[in-house]
């Protein structure tokens, strides 16, 4: 019961969540409350335009994960040490470029600040500046 059951919701067939991962209650609420859909929390930003992590249709969701690597997107988790790393939480990089990979900053002519916001603590690889955690199911 709920304001949400006044809205008729049958042609509703998916649920995005953005800004940080869904917490497990979010996920509760959503499939008690709301409507038995696809609940996709995803994960990029408008620096990249685009989805590390993100929602896929023919896949299982899992509370409170999100469901897969964006395509194109060489995702990892770092540990302290700058190894990969699953099951445990550590640092979100990309290993490679990806489609929608910005080039540069504004008003950095000699790539200093692009350098040091992304790419100052692994060489070559882009860290996201965000913690996140590889489960065993990828």
């Known amino acids: ?18 800004g940080s991962p869904a917490t497990v209650n979010t996920f509760d609420f959503i499939y008690k409350s709301v409507a038995n859909v696809q609940f996709a ?15 896929c249709p023919v896949l299982p969701v899992y509370s409170p994960e999100l469901q897969c ?11 302290e040490q700058g190894k990969e790393c699953v099951g445990q939480t550590g640092e979100l990089v990309c290993e490679a470029a990806f489609p929608s990979m910005p080039l540069f900053f504004w008003n950095d002519p000699d790539g200093t600040r692009y350098h040091d916001a992304y790419f100052g603590t692994y060489k070559g690889i882009w860290r996201h500046g965000d ?8």
Do not use: Q, W
Request: proline content about 4%; glycine content about 16%; aromatic content about 8%.
């Open 1 to 18: 019961p709920g304001v949400l059951h006044e809205f008729d919701l049958s042609s509703l067939r998916c649920i995005m969540s953005t």
């Open 41 to 55: 929390s995803i994960s990029g930003g408008t620096d990249l335009n685009g989805c590390f992590a993100l929602g």
């Open 131 to 138: 913690f996140a955690e590889l489960t065993p199911r990828g």
């Open 69 to 79: 690597r964006g395509l194109g997107m060489k995702v990892k988790v770092y540990n």
